[in-house]
């Protein structure tokens, strides 16, 4: 049986195209907000209850709307920012005109507004789709916009929602992304009553600005290790802030990126930021960031997706570039920088001074934790046999410090060996523990790096070539990155349609099976646009290698190498963490050591 043609109705079209903006309250609050950001406000609250389902309130204090207006503002694809019709220059956070018809086709929604300089405020009501005439308000300057029964005129979207307390996380962190990206104003966030963000707007410029933010969003403890960013190239501009290495997640949730004054999720930036941290995190470790791109709108489409949570780069590899580059100089500049929490995480395990009892015979031989068993360890006389070097560890072979006496140093002068693990150096403002295997296999692992960057990879010649079958994009894609694989030991060659030949692989990995590692290669470049694969797969053999070829906890170490250890890690990049990540040394100050003692 045919079926006769026909146009849907608004209210029906509308519903459909909700179904691409708002897919949760997080996305109406993000929508709610950009509006506010792009209506010059200065404070925005946002209001939540049930999650945000029950309700949602956005209050601004921006330039605010009159009577006709509200009118256009609820209508699809009526928008005040694109006064030219030029897509390929927006410079506002919304464009679209789809966002408050389609809250409004899906939710019982009310405007009120007043425009600045008026002395009348209008309020209006849009309940499923149907639109009630503009009345008169006293309001103030500024809008507010209440949403009411999100999703009641789609009743099967809210099957597809989780717990309220999902779903208020959702819009929380939505609200923080958009905090962050925009210091100069403040935020306030309310959840049933209860008052669970303040951010009060940041003074001074941009970059002064952000830190002090996203220290309020993401802890004191980013703010404490975190690297600044600056760097700018072929008219994109960098900035913002990096974790250093030894300040890292388990996951991905620390990476806010942000282009334009947009949070965006964008798998190109996410693979940049890992192959800047590759030789300095290990696999399942993740950087906590957060980086701002400033490009021109010609040179990036923000036109991509309804919910404009992704971009496209005009010159993407020019973007990758400058992330990669800006955020290994600053790895490098901070490399003997170590993570706080370490000393911190000591401090705060310490009974505070008021616990401290005064000592009596029959308290004395119960141990009362690790920091006051390593504190006597310091004073106790050393066994005989202190400095014989067991058998079962390797020898380390590092000059003795020939530096003149009395000179100051960084890490300071070792003083004592602790579980023939430790190294505890006296520094002139307090004392530094270090880690004498993590310490020693960075400084192996940057000597093999600079050996492996002095010539070219060594290559071994496969006796019979493979021939390896891959999808037909794939392989082309593959195949324009042999310049650098063949610089990286990897010779590849087209071998017909869909298919790639293996001849020679890098000799650094041994035996290897040149399948899978193409295939991963493969996957790599689909993924991220270049063969992060073998270049973290070489990293971790020469990781690999460097920790076989470190000295072993357990070691005892003369002072003289335990000195020449410290000389080392001074004068070596990236000192500051081992090659997993993790801190090489913990830094104790003289105020810290005397807070231990109630001394302060």
Not at 518 to 525: E, R
Request: negative net charge; proline residues 6%.
């Amino acid at each position: 049986m045919s079926q006769t043609i026909r146009l849907l109705p608004p209210t029906l079209v509308n519903r459909i195209a909700a179904g691409e903006v708002i897919e949760r309250p997080a996305s109406v609050v993000k929508e709610l907000v950009e509006n506010a950001l792009d209506a010059g406000a200065t404070r925005i609250e946002v209001l939540l209850e049930a999650g945000g389902i029950r309700r949602i309130q956005v209050t601004d204090d921006g330039h605010g709307m009159d009577r006709e207006a509200l009118l256009l503002a609820v209508q699809r694809h009526a928008t005040s920012k694109l006064p030219d019709d030029d897509l390929l220059a927006i410079r506002w956070m919304g464009f679209r005109g789809e966002a408050l018809p389609s809250i409004g086709s899906v939710s019982r929604l009310t405007l009120t507004s007043r425009a600045r300089g008026t002395a009348e405020g209008w309020e209006l009501a849009v309940e499923g789709g149907a639109l009630a005439a503009p009345r008169p308000s006293a309001a103030r300057e500024g809008t507010r916009i209440e949403v009411a029964d999100l999703f009641y005129a789609t009743p099967a979207r809210l099957k597809f929602l989780k717990g309220e307390r999902a779903e208020t996380q959702a819009a929380l962190d939505m609200l923080k992304r958009l905090a962050m990206a925009h210091p100069s104003v403040a935020f306030d966030g309310v959840v049933d009553g209860r008052q669970v963000l303040r951010l009060a707007a940041e003074p001074g410029d941009l970059l002064e600005a952000r830190l002090p933010r996203l220290a309020a969003v993401m802890g004191k403890d980013f703010r404490d290790n975190a690297m600044p960013i600056e760097a700018e190239r072929d008219g994109v501009r960098l900035s913002g802030y990096a974790g250093l290495p030894t300040y890292h997640r388990g996951t991905s949730t620390l990476q806010y990126l942000f282009v334009n004054g947009r949070p965006v999720r964008d798998r190109l930036l996410l693979g940049a930021l890992r192959a800047a941290y590759m030789d300095v995190l290990a696999r399942d470790r993740h950087p906590v960031v957060a980086l701002y791109l400033d490009v021109s709108p010609q040179m990036v489409d923000v036109n991509v997706h309804p919910a404009k949570a992704e971009v496209r780069f005009r010159d993407v590899n020019a973007v990758r570039g400058l992330l990669i580059s800006a955020l290994r100089h600053a790895i490098q500049q901070h490399a003997q920088r170590s993570t706080s929490t370490g000393a911190e995480a000591a401090l705060r395990s310490m009974a505070p001074p008021a616990a401290i009892l005064p000592f009596s015979p029959s308290r004395a031989a119960a141990p009362s934790g690790p920091a006051h068993a390593a504190m006597r360890a310091l004073f106790e006389p050393s066994a005989p046999a202190a400095y014989a070097s067991p058998s079962a560890s390797p020898v380390m072979t590092l000059p003795p410090s020939a530096e003149p006496a009395g000179r100051e140093y960084p890490l300071g002068e070792a003083r004592a060996q602790l579980h023939a693990t430790y190294i505890v150096a006296e520094t002139t403002d307090g004392l530094v523990l270090v880690d004498q295997h993590a310490a020693h296999e960075r400084l192996t692992l940057e000597r093999l790096k600079s050996q492996q960057e002095a010539g070219q990879v060594a290559r071994q010649a496969l006796l019979i070539p493979e021939v390896v079958e891959l999808d037909a994009g794939v392989a082309e894609s593959l195949l324009a990155q042999s310049d650098m694989l063949a610089g990286l030991g990897l010779l590849l060659e087209p071998f017909g349609e869909g298919a790639v030949l293996v001849r020679e692989v890098p000799a650094l990995l041994g035996p290897v099976d040149a399948k899978r590692l193409v295939c991963d290669l493969a996957d790599s470049v689909a993924e991220y646009g270049e063969a992060l694969a073998l270049q973290e797969r070489l990293g971790h053999i020469c990781a690999t290698m460097a920790c076989h070829a470190s000295v072993r906890a357990g070691r005892i170490l003369s002072r003289e190498e335990m000195n020449a250890l410290l000389r080392q890690m001074e004068d070596t990049p990236l000192s500051g963490q081992c090659n997993h990540g993790r801190p090489t040394y913990v830094h104790l100050s003289l105020s810290d050591i005397e807070r231990l003692f109630g001394r302060k």
